[in-house]
């Protein structure tokens, strides 16, 4: 198996005391020693979850538990999950919370189908272009804080939508174990811990330039004027009581009933354009996933727009034409070839990719000639300047968190949920305990483009689940988070595991590539590229030649090794034969994995 990527044990950076001096501080502990041995595996990962009966991985280990409760309470993997997901709300509010979107696959035993789940808020129907071009007063972009990127939040309505077809207990129970957590506290864990005190600096910071109402998230989150460390219990009452309203008195209480006049009575104090009628008419949309052969009989399932989930299948049309496993994982081949494809698709992503409902997907991009197309456009020895989209027969025109359950009848889920950038737009409706997203942000101002702002529109949207089916047979639930880092992530870890053997935990604890830059879904169409190359970064598992090799290329390259850009992985693979689960978890988080 060919498979040079350094990993972890090339983190470990021996410093001697004479340079230790020369830097006028020791680096932490972690970077003087390497990891230990294993007796199976590489030696940068460990052992996959493996069990039986049910199993869930998120990025909390308490959000784990809770998910792993439900299951034994007779929960199917549809309660378990929203369980798991109300948790994270409270737990990991740096990435979701009841104030954004959500997305999910689900496969059902029953039926032996795929089922997906758009739960994306809209603009205000009230609102034109032209109206929030006003508000903007000449800025060429929506703001990432206050009113103005505020879209509906469509979690609540996509947690009842899946309910009301796959749960098994009542609401009120699968939201009860975090209304608990949330009135008598929980301990912050780590990684959280940063992202929090990552979070305080930045409203600081973007009060300056956009001013907004930070008061009642200071309240919620940073009541003392500090972001919570780890170890610290946290409450979060006000959330307790709206899980505890929404879990007794449903959909409508969110969507219909006083909270909602809480939330549309903030949201137009700050000028928001958002009315009562927009919430109560607001819903989710079952979608049918697509499915792209790779190779090996494996195939990668993602969900339609306005999400970014077929920039994935394209990668993968683009990628079946050449053989990878011909070089080493940490070759600058492969790394070309998967940097090169993910350009050529994000040029469509760009171009092509917003609500359904107000501009038609080229079913074309999907097509394994226009993937050949694509892949005849790569140079192997040179990065392209740049990529545009491409001209198919047209008909018409952050930061997240990742779970995924699977229950003991074969019931898997595959879910993510998002308030877009950071923890939100910093607004927080009075006595509710959570954040609205800011996930607006993400349309296009030019009135040309199929993601332009429109009223009543679900903007272009990055989050997405996974899915694999291997020989036509589901086998895998598959997530990894963090804005355009998603599709090319699935891509890689698909690649990890087919083209290089790796098992599940490898596949997501390799080092990873990260490429950013080129057309945006914002941007005008008319006009040059703010950043036509982008920037290709790489984790420092992945070896220096390679990376002195990809800037030979012609590819701008940095190494970033903080682990934050290149996403949060979770995965569980189910045996057709046995049942027996195999799950991973996100070195990069304070997640877990497990199962009983």
Known sequence: MRIALAGVAALALAVTPSSAQEHKEMPPVAEQIGPGGRPVGADWSRSPVIAQHGMAATAHPLATQVALDILKAGGSAVDAAIAANAALGLMEPTGNGIGGDLFAIVYDPATGKLHGINGSGRSPKGQTLEQLLAKLDGADALPPVGPLPVTIPGTVDAWFAMHGRFGKLPMSDVLAPTVSYAREGHPIAPVIAMYLERSLRSYTARQEAYPFEFGNARKVWFADGTAPKAGDMFRNPDLANTLETIGREGRDAFYEGPLAAIMV?????????????????????????????????????????????????????????????????????????????????????ARFYADPEFAAFPEELL??????????????????????????????????????????????????????????????????????????????????????????????????????????????????????????????????????????????????????????????????SADPLGTLYVEPGIPGATVEALKAMGHKVEIVSNGIMFGGYQAIARDPDTGVLTGATEMRKDGQASGY
Not at 482 to 490: D, E, K, L, R, S
């Open 367 to 528: 097509s394994e000639e226009y993937g050949r197309e694509r892949f005849a456009l790569i140079d192997p020895a040179r990065a392209t300047p740049e990529f545009g989209p491409g001209e198919p027969k047209l008909e018409g025109e952050g930061d997240t968190t990742y779970l995924t359950v699977v229950d003991g009848n074969g019931m898997m889920v595959s879910l993510i949920q998002s308030n877009y950038r950071g923890m939100g737009g910093g607004l927080v409706p009075p006595g509710l305990g959570f954040m609205f997203q800011d996930r607006g942000e993400l349309f296009s101002l030019d009135p040309a483009h199929p993601n332009a702002y429109e009223p009543g529109k679900r903007p272009f949207h990055t989050i997405i689940p996974a899915f694999v089916k291997k020989d036509g047979a589901p086998y895998m639930t598959l997530g990894l988070m963090g804005g355009g880092m998603q599709p090319q992530g699935h891509v890689q870890v698909l690649v990890n595991i087919v083209d290089y053997g790796m098992n599940l935990q490898e596949a997501g604890d390799a080092a990873r590539i990260n490429h950013d830059g080129g057309r945006q879904p914002t941007e005008a169409l008319a006009g040059p």
């Open 265 to 349: 009575d903030y949201l137009q104090e700050q000028g928001s354009a958002f009315s009562l009628a927009d919430f109560a008419d607001h819903s989710s949309e079952w979608v049918d996933p697509a499915c792209t052969l790779y190779k090996e009989g494996y195939e990668l399932c993602e969900l339609p727009p306005n999400s970014q989930g077929f920039a994935a299948l394209q990668m993968v049309n683009i990628l079946k034409n050449v053989d990878l496993s011909q070089w080493e994982r940490g070759s600058p081949e492969v790394i070309h070839y998967i940097t090169e494809a993910k350009r050529l698709a994000y040029g469509d992503v």
